[in-house]
Protein backbone atom coordinates (compact mmCIF):
# COMPACT_ATOMS: atom_id res chain seq x y z
CA UNK A 1 0.00 0.00 0.00
CA UNK A 2 2.83 2.20 0.46
CA UNK A 3 3.77 1.81 -3.21
CA UNK A 4 -0.13 3.74 -3.98
CA UNK A 5 0.31 6.92 -5.57
CA UNK A 6 -3.49 6.92 -5.43
CA UNK A 7 -6.76 5.34 -3.53
CA UNK A 8 -10.59 5.77 -4.67
CA UNK A 9 -13.19 5.83 -1.92
CA UNK A 10 -15.22 2.79 -2.43
CA UNK A 11 -18.60 4.52 -1.28
CA UNK A 12 -18.15 8.13 -2.86
CA UNK A 13 -15.47 6.67 -5.44
CA UNK A 14 -13.51 10.22 -5.46
CA UNK A 15 -9.80 9.50 -5.92
CA UNK A 16 -7.67 10.59 -3.70
CA UNK A 17 -3.36 10.94 -3.37
CA UNK A 18 -2.55 8.37 -0.45
CA UNK A 19 -0.45 10.43 0.98
CA UNK A 20 -3.29 12.80 1.56
CA UNK A 21 -5.18 10.28 2.92
CA UNK A 22 -2.72 9.21 4.67
CA UNK A 23 -2.38 12.61 6.88
CA UNK A 24 -6.17 12.43 7.23
CA UNK A 25 -5.88 8.65 8.91
CA UNK A 26 -6.93 6.99 5.93
CA UNK A 27 -10.40 8.78 5.94
CA UNK A 28 -12.26 9.87 3.05
CA UNK A 29 -12.10 13.76 3.12
CA UNK A 30 -15.54 13.59 1.00
CA UNK A 31 -17.83 11.46 2.95
CA UNK A 32 -15.88 10.50 5.84
CA UNK A 33 -15.91 6.93 5.21
CA UNK A 34 -13.38 4.67 7.07
CA UNK A 35 -11.46 3.22 4.64
CA UNK A 36 -8.85 0.13 5.53
CA UNK A 37 -5.71 0.73 7.02
CA UNK A 38 -2.65 -2.11 6.35
CA UNK A 39 -1.37 -3.03 9.84
CA UNK A 40 1.96 -0.89 10.02
CA UNK A 41 -0.03 1.86 9.16
CA UNK A 42 -1.80 1.33 12.40
CA UNK A 43 1.29 0.79 14.48
CA UNK A 44 2.75 4.67 13.01
CA UNK A 45 -0.62 5.67 13.81
CA UNK A 46 -0.07 5.17 17.20
CA UNK A 47 3.64 4.88 18.33
CA UNK A 48 5.81 7.24 20.10
CA UNK A 49 8.30 7.48 17.03
CA UNK A 50 10.91 4.44 17.00
CA UNK A 51 9.16 2.87 19.56
CA UNK A 52 7.75 -0.54 17.99
CA UNK A 53 9.94 -4.02 18.06
CA UNK A 54 7.84 -6.79 16.29
CA UNK A 55 7.53 -10.18 17.62
CA UNK A 56 7.07 -13.84 16.36
CA UNK A 57 7.67 -12.86 12.60
CA UNK A 58 9.43 -16.07 11.32
CA UNK A 59 6.81 -18.16 12.48
CA UNK A 60 6.22 -21.05 9.32
CA UNK A 61 3.58 -21.60 6.90
CA UNK A 62 1.19 -24.14 8.76
CA UNK A 63 -0.91 -26.62 6.25
CA UNK A 64 -2.60 -29.60 8.53
CA UNK A 65 -5.40 -30.10 5.47
CA UNK A 66 -1.70 -30.58 2.84
CA UNK A 67 -3.92 -28.85 0.37
CA UNK A 68 -1.33 -27.48 -2.28
CA UNK A 69 -3.37 -24.77 -3.56
CA UNK A 70 -3.69 -23.30 -0.34
CA UNK A 71 0.10 -23.59 0.32
CA UNK A 72 0.53 -21.56 -3.11
CA UNK A 73 -2.05 -19.29 -2.15
CA UNK A 74 -0.38 -18.56 1.14
CA UNK A 75 3.13 -17.70 -1.02
CA UNK A 76 1.61 -15.36 -3.37
CA UNK A 77 -0.26 -13.42 -0.71
CA UNK A 78 3.34 -13.29 1.49
CA UNK A 79 5.42 -11.97 -2.05
CA UNK A 80 2.28 -9.67 -2.83
CA UNK A 81 2.02 -7.89 0.29
CA UNK A 82 5.25 -8.65 2.53
CA UNK A 83 3.24 -9.66 5.20
CA UNK A 84 4.32 -12.73 7.01
CA UNK A 85 0.80 -13.68 8.05
CA UNK A 86 -2.52 -11.65 8.98
CA UNK A 87 -1.68 -10.12 12.64
CA UNK A 88 1.42 -7.97 13.38
CA UNK A 89 2.33 -8.52 17.00
CA UNK A 90 4.66 -6.94 19.17
CA UNK A 91 5.83 -4.44 21.80
CA UNK A 92 4.88 -0.66 21.64
CA UNK A 93 5.16 2.73 23.01
CA UNK A 94 2.19 4.92 23.30
CA UNK A 95 2.45 7.89 24.94
CA UNK A 96 5.05 6.99 26.64
CA UNK A 97 2.85 3.40 28.36
CA UNK A 98 5.04 0.71 27.40
CA UNK A 99 2.33 -2.05 25.54
CA UNK A 100 2.15 -5.26 23.78
CA UNK A 101 0.06 -4.77 20.69
CA UNK A 102 -1.37 -6.70 17.70
CA UNK A 103 -3.16 -5.43 14.58
CA UNK A 104 -4.79 -7.59 12.28
CA UNK A 105 -4.25 -7.36 8.44
CA UNK A 106 -7.36 -7.77 5.83
CA UNK A 107 -4.64 -7.67 3.10
CA UNK A 108 -3.45 -11.47 4.38
CA UNK A 109 -6.45 -13.74 3.22
CA UNK A 110 -9.35 -11.38 5.02
CA UNK A 111 -7.62 -11.04 8.11
CA UNK A 112 -8.82 -14.66 8.70
CA UNK A 113 -7.62 -16.92 11.89
CA UNK A 114 -5.55 -19.86 10.87
CA UNK A 115 -3.48 -21.70 13.62
CA UNK A 116 -0.15 -18.71 12.49
CA UNK A 117 -3.42 -16.33 13.47
CA UNK A 118 -4.25 -17.85 16.85
CA UNK A 119 -0.32 -18.98 17.51
CA UNK A 120 0.92 -15.40 17.43
CA UNK A 121 -2.37 -13.77 19.60
CA UNK A 122 -1.49 -16.37 21.56
CA UNK A 123 1.96 -15.70 22.57
CA UNK A 124 1.43 -11.88 22.31
CA UNK A 125 -1.20 -12.62 25.46
CA UNK A 126 1.47 -15.16 27.18
CA UNK A 127 4.58 -12.66 26.55
CA UNK A 128 2.57 -9.31 27.67
CA UNK A 129 1.52 -11.92 31.11
CA UNK A 130 5.08 -12.71 31.90
CA UNK A 131 6.39 -9.21 31.18
CA UNK A 132 3.61 -8.11 32.75
CA UNK A 133 2.24 -5.32 29.82
CA UNK A 134 -1.43 -4.50 28.69
CA UNK A 135 -2.39 -5.83 25.53
CA UNK A 136 -4.54 -3.53 23.10
CA UNK A 137 -4.93 -5.64 19.84
CA UNK A 138 -6.88 -3.90 16.53
CA UNK A 139 -9.27 -6.83 15.27
CA UNK A 140 -10.32 -6.79 11.67
CA UNK A 141 -11.36 -10.41 10.36
CA UNK A 142 -13.62 -12.18 7.92
CA UNK A 143 -13.20 -14.93 10.94
CA UNK A 144 -11.92 -18.47 11.06
CA UNK A 145 -9.84 -19.82 7.97
CA UNK A 146 -12.03 -22.39 6.17
CA UNK A 147 -8.71 -23.55 4.68
CA UNK A 148 -6.99 -25.41 7.80
CA UNK A 149 -10.49 -26.98 8.93
CA UNK A 150 -11.13 -27.65 12.42
CA UNK A 151 -7.52 -27.07 13.12
CA UNK A 152 -8.68 -22.99 12.25
CA UNK A 153 -11.86 -23.43 15.00
CA UNK A 154 -9.08 -24.83 17.76
CA UNK A 155 -7.34 -21.40 17.71
CA UNK A 156 -10.55 -19.78 19.24
CA UNK A 157 -10.73 -21.58 22.41
CA UNK A 158 -6.70 -21.42 22.83
CA UNK A 159 -6.76 -17.78 22.26
CA UNK A 160 -9.20 -17.11 24.49
CA UNK A 161 -7.86 -19.26 27.08
CA UNK A 162 -4.75 -16.92 27.04
CA UNK A 163 -6.87 -13.99 27.07
CA UNK A 164 -8.17 -15.46 30.49
CA UNK A 165 -4.60 -15.86 32.29
CA UNK A 166 -3.31 -12.07 31.50
CA UNK A 167 -6.92 -10.80 33.04
CA UNK A 168 -6.04 -13.30 35.69
CA UNK A 169 -2.95 -11.14 36.68
CA UNK A 170 -4.92 -7.95 36.89
CA UNK A 171 -3.93 -6.55 33.59
CA UNK A 172 -5.72 -4.49 30.91
CA UNK A 173 -6.76 -5.84 27.74
CA UNK A 174 -8.21 -3.18 25.32
CA UNK A 175 -9.87 -4.98 21.29
CA UNK A 176 -9.95 -2.00 18.87
CA UNK A 177 -12.96 -3.55 16.49
CA UNK A 178 -12.47 -2.45 12.91
CA UNK A 179 -14.29 -3.54 9.25
CA UNK A 180 -15.12 -6.05 9.57
CA UNK A 181 -14.51 -8.33 12.60
CA UNK A 182 -16.71 -11.13 11.77
CA UNK A 183 -16.98 -15.17 12.90
CA UNK A 184 -14.36 -17.17 14.93
CA UNK A 185 -12.88 -14.09 15.76
CA UNK A 186 -15.38 -12.14 16.95
CA UNK A 187 -16.71 -15.59 19.18
CA UNK A 188 -13.00 -15.21 20.94
CA UNK A 189 -10.28 -12.79 21.80
CA UNK A 190 -11.79 -9.66 19.66
CA UNK A 191 -15.17 -9.55 22.29
CA UNK A 192 -13.66 -10.74 25.62
CA UNK A 193 -11.55 -7.46 26.19
CA UNK A 194 -11.96 -5.44 29.56
CA UNK A 195 -12.71 -2.64 27.43
CA UNK A 196 -14.27 -2.85 23.79
CA UNK A 197 -13.99 -0.25 21.22
CA UNK A 198 -14.98 0.31 18.09
CA UNK A 199 -14.71 2.56 14.99
CA UNK A 200 -17.61 4.00 13.56
CA UNK A 201 -19.54 1.99 11.19
CA UNK A 202 -17.09 -1.14 10.92
CA UNK A 203 -19.60 -4.49 10.69
CA UNK A 204 -19.06 -6.60 13.60
CA UNK A 205 -20.70 -10.09 14.36
CA UNK A 206 -20.58 -13.22 14.21
CA UNK A 207 -22.47 -15.01 10.80
CA UNK A 208 -21.96 -12.49 8.15
CA UNK A 209 -25.31 -10.66 6.91
CA UNK A 210 -25.96 -12.45 4.05
CA UNK A 211 -25.58 -16.29 5.27
CA UNK A 212 -28.26 -14.56 7.90
CA UNK A 213 -30.56 -13.37 5.16
CA UNK A 214 -30.30 -17.07 3.29
CA UNK A 215 -30.53 -18.94 6.61
CA UNK A 216 -34.01 -16.77 7.64
CA UNK A 217 -35.50 -15.40 4.90
CA UNK A 218 -35.27 -12.00 6.28
CA UNK A 219 -34.04 -8.68 4.93
CA UNK A 220 -32.06 -7.08 7.39
CA UNK A 221 -32.19 -3.36 8.62
CA UNK A 222 -29.96 -0.70 7.61
CA UNK A 223 -27.38 -0.33 10.23
CA UNK A 224 -27.57 -4.27 11.27
CA UNK A 225 -24.23 -5.43 12.85
CA UNK A 226 -22.38 -2.09 12.91
CA UNK A 227 -20.22 -0.68 15.78
CA UNK A 228 -23.48 1.61 16.38
CA UNK A 229 -25.50 -1.48 16.83
CA UNK A 230 -23.57 -3.53 18.61
CA UNK A 231 -23.21 -0.60 20.67
CA UNK A 232 -26.64 0.09 21.82
CA UNK A 233 -26.78 -3.79 21.91
CA UNK A 234 -24.54 -3.77 24.50
CA UNK A 235 -21.64 -5.56 22.97
CA UNK A 236 -19.38 -2.20 22.59
CA UNK A 237 -17.87 0.42 25.31
CA UNK A 238 -17.47 2.97 23.01
CA UNK A 239 -17.44 3.93 19.33
CA UNK A 240 -14.32 6.09 18.43
CA UNK A 241 -13.36 8.21 16.13
CA UNK A 242 -10.05 7.08 14.01
CA UNK A 243 -8.07 10.25 14.66
CA UNK A 244 -9.09 10.26 18.26
CA UNK A 245 -7.82 6.97 19.23
CA UNK A 246 -4.37 7.29 20.20
CA UNK A 247 -5.07 9.45 23.12
CA UNK A 248 -8.19 7.85 23.84
CA UNK A 249 -5.74 4.42 24.11
CA UNK A 250 -3.35 6.49 26.34
CA UNK A 251 -5.87 7.61 28.58
CA UNK A 252 -6.95 3.82 29.17
CA UNK A 253 -3.66 3.20 29.78
CA UNK A 254 -2.82 6.09 32.17
CA UNK A 255 -5.78 4.77 34.10
CA UNK A 256 -5.05 1.94 34.59
CA UNK A 257 -1.72 2.25 35.57
CA UNK A 258 -0.38 -0.69 38.40
CA UNK A 259 1.32 2.86 40.08
CA UNK A 260 -2.32 4.25 40.13
CA UNK A 261 -4.08 1.61 42.13
CA UNK A 262 -5.92 2.77 45.22
CA UNK A 263 -4.53 0.47 47.28
CA UNK A 264 -0.71 1.70 46.34
CA UNK A 265 -2.34 5.53 47.61
CA UNK A 266 -0.50 5.65 50.91
CA UNK A 267 -1.28 9.32 51.78
CA UNK A 268 -3.38 11.38 53.09
CA UNK A 269 -5.29 13.95 51.52
CA UNK A 270 -6.87 17.25 52.99
CA UNK A 271 -10.24 17.57 53.79
CA UNK A 272 -11.86 19.57 55.53
CA UNK A 273 -15.41 18.45 56.90
CA UNK A 274 -18.15 20.98 57.71
CA UNK A 275 -20.74 20.00 60.34
CA UNK A 276 -24.50 21.61 58.90
CA UNK A 277 -27.72 21.83 59.99
CA UNK A 278 -31.09 20.24 58.92
CA UNK A 279 -33.72 22.82 57.67
CA UNK A 280 -37.27 21.77 58.86
CA UNK A 281 -39.56 20.51 56.59
CA UNK A 282 -42.45 17.99 56.30
CA UNK A 283 -41.06 14.70 54.71
CA UNK A 284 -43.82 15.78 52.04
CA UNK A 285 -42.10 18.44 50.74
CA UNK A 286 -38.36 16.46 50.85
CA UNK A 287 -40.44 14.43 48.50
CA UNK A 288 -41.36 16.60 46.35
CA UNK A 289 -37.74 18.56 46.46
CA UNK A 290 -36.26 15.17 45.18
CA UNK A 291 -38.15 15.08 42.53
CA UNK A 292 -37.80 18.66 41.09
CA UNK A 293 -36.82 18.73 37.91
CA UNK A 294 -34.04 21.13 39.01
CA UNK A 295 -32.36 19.01 41.14
CA UNK A 296 -28.60 17.77 40.39
CA UNK A 297 -28.54 14.53 38.12
CA UNK A 298 -25.67 11.77 38.64
CA UNK A 299 -24.31 13.11 35.78
CA UNK A 300 -24.20 16.74 37.02
CA UNK A 301 -22.49 15.07 39.91
CA UNK A 302 -19.82 13.30 38.08
CA UNK A 303 -19.20 16.04 35.61
CA UNK A 304 -18.64 18.18 38.78
CA UNK A 305 -16.94 16.15 41.47
CA UNK A 306 -14.48 13.88 38.97
CA UNK A 307 -11.90 14.69 36.39
CA UNK A 308 -11.83 12.81 32.77
CA UNK A 309 -15.13 11.14 33.42
CA UNK A 310 -14.87 8.08 30.09
CA UNK A 311 -18.06 6.60 30.18
CA UNK A 312 -18.13 2.68 29.43
CA UNK A 313 -21.69 0.87 28.13
CA UNK A 314 -23.10 -2.41 27.79
CA UNK A 315 -23.90 -5.58 29.91
CA UNK A 316 -22.83 -7.47 27.71
CA UNK A 317 -25.59 -9.38 27.33
CA UNK A 318 -28.78 -7.38 25.63
CA UNK A 319 -28.27 -4.08 25.14
CA UNK A 320 -27.03 -0.57 26.76
CA UNK A 321 -29.98 0.67 29.23
CA UNK A 322 -29.77 4.34 29.63
CA UNK A 323 -31.06 4.35 33.07
CA UNK A 324 -27.50 3.67 34.42
CA UNK A 325 -24.51 4.91 33.42
CA UNK A 326 -20.73 4.36 34.52
CA UNK A 327 -17.52 4.47 33.78
CA UNK A 328 -13.76 5.44 34.93
CA UNK A 329 -12.73 8.90 35.90
CA UNK A 330 -10.49 9.98 38.02
CA UNK A 331 -10.90 12.00 41.93
CA UNK A 332 -8.04 14.24 42.88
CA UNK A 333 -5.52 12.34 40.28
CA UNK A 334 -6.83 8.87 41.46
CA UNK A 335 -9.02 6.77 39.40
CA UNK A 336 -12.00 5.32 40.61
CA UNK A 337 -14.99 3.77 38.83
CA UNK A 338 -18.44 6.11 39.09
CA UNK A 339 -21.78 4.25 38.64
CA UNK A 340 -25.26 6.08 38.67
CA UNK A 341 -28.80 5.54 38.13
CA UNK A 342 -29.81 8.34 35.93
CA UNK A 343 -33.03 10.65 35.18
CA UNK A 344 -33.66 12.72 32.12
CA UNK A 345 -35.25 16.40 33.30
CA UNK A 346 -35.56 18.54 30.25
CA UNK A 347 -37.57 16.99 28.19
CA UNK A 348 -41.04 14.21 27.71
CA UNK A 349 -38.01 13.16 25.07
CA UNK A 350 -35.04 12.57 27.84
CA UNK A 351 -36.74 11.18 30.18
CA UNK A 352 -37.99 8.74 28.08
CA UNK A 353 -33.89 7.80 26.75
CA UNK A 354 -33.38 7.51 30.47
CA UNK A 355 -36.13 5.64 31.31
CA UNK A 356 -37.49 7.75 33.99
CA UNK A 357 -33.83 6.30 35.80
CA UNK A 358 -36.04 3.26 36.57
CA UNK A 359 -33.01 0.38 35.59
CA UNK A 360 -33.82 -2.20 33.22
CA UNK A 361 -31.97 -5.97 34.20
CA UNK A 362 -29.53 -4.76 31.29
CA UNK A 363 -28.88 -1.72 33.79
CA UNK A 364 -27.82 -4.03 36.40
CA UNK A 365 -26.11 -6.09 34.49
CA UNK A 366 -23.65 -2.81 33.50
CA UNK A 367 -23.22 -1.76 36.70
CA UNK A 368 -21.88 -5.16 38.17
CA UNK A 369 -19.99 -5.66 35.26
CA UNK A 370 -18.32 -2.23 35.89
CA UNK A 371 -17.94 -3.14 39.36
CA UNK A 372 -16.03 -6.04 38.88
CA UNK A 373 -13.86 -4.57 36.52
CA UNK A 374 -13.39 -2.01 39.21
CA UNK A 375 -11.96 -5.09 41.73
CA UNK A 376 -10.09 -6.70 39.31
CA UNK A 377 -7.72 -3.19 38.96
CA UNK A 378 -8.25 -1.88 42.33
CA UNK A 379 -10.44 1.32 41.84
CA UNK A 380 -12.74 2.08 44.82
CA UNK A 381 -16.58 2.76 43.58
CA UNK A 382 -18.84 5.81 43.86
CA UNK A 383 -22.33 5.03 43.39
CA UNK A 384 -24.94 7.68 42.67
CA UNK A 385 -28.58 6.89 43.02
CA UNK A 386 -31.54 8.83 42.24
CA UNK A 387 -34.16 6.21 41.11
CA UNK A 388 -38.40 5.77 41.73
CA UNK A 389 -37.35 2.05 41.90
CA UNK A 390 -36.26 -0.60 39.43
CA UNK A 391 -38.05 -0.79 35.85
CA UNK A 392 -41.24 -3.09 36.61
CA UNK A 393 -42.90 -3.60 33.22
CA UNK A 394 -43.28 -7.01 31.17
CA UNK A 395 -39.79 -6.64 29.62
CA UNK A 396 -38.28 -6.26 33.33
CA UNK A 397 -40.01 -9.26 34.65
CA UNK A 398 -39.37 -11.24 31.30
CA UNK A 399 -35.40 -11.06 31.62
CA UNK A 400 -35.41 -11.81 35.23
CA UNK A 401 -35.41 -8.17 37.11
CA UNK A 402 -35.81 -9.87 40.23
CA UNK A 403 -32.55 -12.17 39.43
CA UNK A 404 -30.62 -10.10 38.63
CA UNK A 405 -31.33 -7.56 41.89
CA UNK A 406 -30.72 -10.48 43.99
CA UNK A 407 -27.34 -11.41 41.95
CA UNK A 408 -26.18 -7.58 41.99
CA UNK A 409 -26.37 -7.29 45.74
CA UNK A 410 -24.57 -11.16 46.37
CA UNK A 411 -21.90 -9.95 44.51
CA UNK A 412 -21.09 -6.41 45.15
CA UNK A 413 -21.14 -7.73 49.01
CA UNK A 414 -17.82 -9.27 48.70
CA UNK A 415 -16.47 -6.72 46.32
CA UNK A 416 -12.59 -5.92 47.81
CA UNK A 417 -12.52 -2.52 47.08
CA UNK A 418 -14.10 0.30 49.08
CA UNK A 419 -17.88 1.18 47.63
CA UNK A 420 -19.35 4.36 48.57
CA UNK A 421 -23.26 5.21 47.65
CA UNK A 422 -24.79 8.66 47.64
CA UNK A 423 -28.47 9.11 47.69
CA UNK A 424 -28.65 12.04 46.00
CA UNK A 425 -32.56 12.32 44.96
CA UNK A 426 -35.07 9.42 45.91
CA UNK A 427 -33.58 6.40 46.73
CA UNK A 428 -36.66 3.84 45.94
CA UNK A 429 -36.88 0.19 47.30
CA UNK A 430 -34.89 -3.15 45.60
CA UNK A 431 -34.06 -0.51 42.68
CA UNK A 432 -32.26 1.52 44.41
CA UNK A 433 -30.78 -1.03 47.03
CA UNK A 434 -29.03 -2.55 43.71
CA UNK A 435 -26.79 0.58 43.90
CA UNK A 436 -26.94 1.07 47.67
CA UNK A 437 -24.44 -1.87 48.74
CA UNK A 438 -21.68 0.53 50.24
CA UNK A 439 -18.93 0.30 53.21
CA UNK A 440 -21.00 3.94 53.82
CA UNK A 441 -24.30 5.07 52.71
CA UNK A 442 -24.80 8.95 52.48
CA UNK A 443 -27.53 10.75 51.93
CA UNK A 444 -28.18 14.59 50.61
CA UNK A 445 -30.26 16.05 53.18
CA UNK A 446 -33.62 16.73 50.66
CA UNK A 447 -33.42 13.04 49.13
CA UNK A 448 -35.53 10.00 50.31
CA UNK A 449 -34.91 6.36 50.27
CA UNK A 450 -37.97 4.11 51.27
CA UNK A 451 -39.04 0.96 50.64
CA UNK A 452 -41.54 2.04 47.96
CA UNK A 453 -43.00 5.29 46.80
CA UNK A 454 -45.21 7.28 49.47
CA UNK A 455 -48.12 6.81 46.86
CA UNK A 456 -47.63 3.28 45.94
CA UNK A 457 -47.60 2.77 50.21
CA UNK A 458 -50.76 4.64 50.43
CA UNK A 459 -52.32 2.41 47.70
CA UNK A 460 -51.39 -0.59 49.48
CA UNK A 461 -52.21 0.18 52.72
CA UNK A 462 -55.29 2.47 52.95
CA UNK A 463 -56.10 2.02 49.10
CA UNK A 464 -55.94 5.79 48.24
CA UNK A 465 -52.61 7.35 47.08
CA UNK A 466 -54.14 10.74 47.73
CA UNK A 467 -52.47 9.93 51.14
CA UNK A 468 -49.24 9.88 49.81
CA UNK A 469 -48.17 12.66 52.29
CA UNK A 470 -49.69 10.97 55.86
CA UNK A 471 -47.48 8.00 53.92
CA UNK A 472 -44.36 10.10 53.76
CA UNK A 473 -44.87 10.94 57.31
CA UNK A 474 -45.10 7.81 58.68
CA UNK A 475 -42.55 5.93 56.36
CA UNK A 476 -39.50 7.65 57.76
CA UNK A 477 -38.30 8.18 54.84
CA UNK A 478 -36.36 11.54 55.12
CA UNK A 479 -32.13 11.55 56.09
CA UNK A 480 -31.84 12.65 59.60
CA UNK A 481 -34.75 9.51 60.26
CA UNK A 482 -32.53 6.93 58.52
CA UNK A 483 -29.38 8.43 59.97
CA UNK A 484 -31.24 7.28 63.33
CA UNK A 485 -31.93 4.15 62.39
CA UNK A 486 -28.22 3.59 61.54
CA UNK A 487 -29.58 2.97 57.66
CA UNK A 488 -27.25 5.89 56.29
CA UNK A 489 -23.81 7.27 57.52
CA UNK A 490 -23.53 10.70 56.49
CA UNK A 491 -26.45 13.52 55.87
CA UNK A 492 -24.44 16.04 53.16
CA UNK A 493 -26.49 19.70 54.26
CA UNK A 494 -28.61 21.94 51.77
CA UNK A 495 -28.59 25.63 52.83
CA UNK A 496 -30.81 25.17 50.36
CA UNK A 497 -32.46 22.57 47.59
CA UNK A 498 -29.40 22.06 45.64
CA UNK A 499 -30.10 22.80 41.70
CA UNK A 500 -28.12 22.62 39.12
CA UNK A 501 -27.12 26.46 39.80
CA UNK A 502 -26.26 26.04 43.36
CA UNK A 503 -24.46 23.26 44.04
CA UNK A 504 -20.73 24.31 44.61
CA UNK A 505 -21.41 24.07 48.46
CA UNK A 506 -22.96 20.34 48.29
CA UNK A 507 -20.18 19.33 46.28
CA UNK A 508 -17.67 21.11 48.76
CA UNK A 509 -19.21 18.55 51.73
CA UNK A 510 -19.21 15.64 49.04
CA UNK A 511 -15.07 16.44 47.77
CA UNK A 512 -14.26 16.62 51.59
CA UNK A 513 -16.52 13.71 52.92
CA UNK A 514 -15.29 11.46 49.41
CA UNK A 515 -11.52 12.25 50.36
CA UNK A 516 -11.95 11.60 53.94
CA UNK A 517 -13.89 7.71 52.70
CA UNK A 518 -10.84 6.74 50.53
CA UNK A 519 -8.38 7.73 53.41
CA UNK A 520 -10.30 5.80 55.50
CA UNK A 521 -10.87 2.85 53.64
CA UNK A 522 -7.08 2.65 52.18
CA UNK A 523 -6.13 -0.42 54.19
CA UNK A 524 -8.18 -3.20 55.99
CA UNK A 525 -10.42 -5.50 54.87
CA UNK A 526 -13.27 -3.96 53.51
CA UNK A 527 -15.61 -6.86 52.30
CA UNK A 528 -15.46 -8.09 55.75
CA UNK A 529 -16.30 -4.19 57.10
CA UNK A 530 -19.04 -4.10 54.69
CA UNK A 531 -20.90 -7.65 55.72
CA UNK A 532 -20.25 -6.50 59.19
CA UNK A 533 -22.71 -3.34 58.45
CA UNK A 534 -25.10 -5.25 56.98
CA UNK A 535 -25.32 -7.33 60.14
CA UNK A 536 -26.34 -5.04 61.93
CA UNK A 537 -29.70 -4.93 60.60
Request: hydrophobic content about 40%; some cysteine; charged content about 30%.
Amino acid sequence: MDGIKTRVCKKCKTEYPAAMLRKNYDICPGCGTYMRVHAKRRIDYLADEQKFTEWDKDLYMYNPLEDEGYADSIIATREKNHLNEAVLTGEITICGYEVAIGVMDTRFMMGSMGHIVGEKVTRLFETATRKKLPVILFCCSGGARMQEGIISLMQMEKTAAAVKRHSEEGLLYVSVLTNPTMGGVTASFATIADVVLAEKNAMIGFAGPRVIEQNTGEKLPGGFQSAEFQMEHGFVDRVVERQDLRQELAFLLSIHEKKSSFFKRRFRLFYEIKDGKITERTPWERVQIARSKERPTSLDYINTLFESFYELKGDRVKEDDHAVIGGVARFRGMPVTVIGTQKGKNSLEEAMYYNWGMPLPSGYRKALRLAKEAEKFHRPIVFFVDTIGASCGKKAEEEGQGQIIANVLQEMSVLKVPTLSVVIGEGGSGGALALGIGNEVWMLENSVYSVLTPEGYASILWKDNNKAADAAKKMKLEAKDLYDLGVIDKIIYEKEPVTTENMDDVCSQLRAGITEFFDKHASGDVAAMRYKRFRKY
